[in-house]
């Protein structure tokens, strides 16, 4: 039986443990088959990935994470995300944004809102995600694509599933 294979939608902080839980003599082969990924329509994330790994960044000397989101930008954040869906989310979600936190868009929103315009194309979808802290003012990304119906996995699982590793 073939299984069709899902769609990723990708959160920032899974680029940013590819630095961590990547043997560095793999690092540019896994972020290479993630661009290829990407190109391939298989792999998306929102323009507000971007801001945050390069908030992150040192503009000296970029990371290989952003400077990969940077590289595969064109074809990741193709697909469009309707304000209005953000805003869909966030009244069923509203705990996925933390009210603590000053300043730029989280992407969270961003990245459930994506997902349910990708499934509205009829694609199957899945949020690849480390989030999982939870507190009682801030709900984790893994929790709101669960509340959403939206599949979600940790970027091992997702690397795994695509024998990237």
């Given amino acids: 039986m073939a299984v069709e294979r899902a769609v990723a939608v990708i959160d920032t902080s899974s680029i940013i443990e590819i630095r961590r839980s990547v043997q560095n003599a793999r690092k540019q082969d896994v972020f290479d088959e993630l661009a290829r990924l990407a190109g391939a329509g298989e792999l998306y994330f929102p323009k507000e990935v971007l801001k945050e790994l390069k908030r992150a960044a040192d503009p000296s000397n970029p990371d290989q994470q952003f400077a990969w989101a940077r590289k595969v930008e064109a074809s990741a954040t193709s697909f469009p995300v309707p304000f209005e869906t953000v805003r869909e ?48 003012t801030k709900m984790s990304l893994r929790t709101a694509a669960g509340i959403l119906g939206l599949p979600s996995i940790p970027l091992g699982a997702f690397l795994e599933s695509r024998n990237i590793v």
């Fill in 89 to 136: 989310v966030l009244a069923a979600v509203p705990r996925v944004i933390d009210p603590d936190k000053q300043g730029a868009d989280e992407a969270d929103p961003y990245i459930l809102a994506l997902a349910i315009e990708l499934q509205k194309v009829g694609k199957k979808v899945v949020v690849v995600t480390e989030e999982t802290r939870e507190t009682p």
